[in-house]
């Protein structure tokens, strides 16, 4: 015996399914741009803490941990008998006056670690490990002093 019944695929639709089908649908593209949305949203949280975060870090770059005082390194600074002075520019150069003469010398501050290359060849290239204190410099001899170890506190003098 034959089955005269229209399979649910080719039978038209009765208008009451039409509409539940449209609602269906249109409930489906809802969620869907709910779920972009959030996505979107989430997406654009994470760059901007992402950015804040790498914001954060590189204003964090070249301070020594627990100042709370200007850590510039630019400026001049002198022992306090004056006969020592250390004058530190932003463009990496410098100078030594000791007991009044000149020593020219190009500088790196890589974390603490300050190191002096003179233009002179007889003075020797030296390294320092540098303090920030509220009124200057402390400097701890080190590759290339003669003094290991021994520590110059440097008052600044000017910026």
Do not use: W
């Amino acid at each position: 015996m034959q089955d005269n019944r229209i399979p649910p695929q080719t039978r038209p639709m009765t208008e009451a399914e039409i509409l539940r089908r449209r609602k269906l649908r249109r409930a489906a593209i809802k969620k869907q741009k709910r779920r972009r949305t959030l996505f979107l949203t989430a997406c654009g949280l994470a760059a901007v803490l992402l950015i804040v975060g790498i914001v954060l870090l590189c204003r964090g770059c070249g301070h020594t941990e627990g100042s709370t005082h200007n850590e510039s390194i630019y400026g001049s600074f002198a022992i306090s008998d004056r006969s020592c002075v250390y004058t530190f520019r932003e463009d990496g150069s410098g100078e030594l006056r000791l007991s009044g003469a000149p020593y020219r010398f190009r500088f790196a501050l890589s974390g603490r670690t300050l190191s002096i290359d003179f233009e002179a060849e007889a003075l020797t290239d030296c390294e320092y490990e540098v303090a920030y204190t509220d009124t200057g410099l402390e400097l701890t001899a080190g590759k290339g002093t003669a003094t290991q170890g021994e520590k110059f506190t440097l008052n600044r003098t000017e910026k």
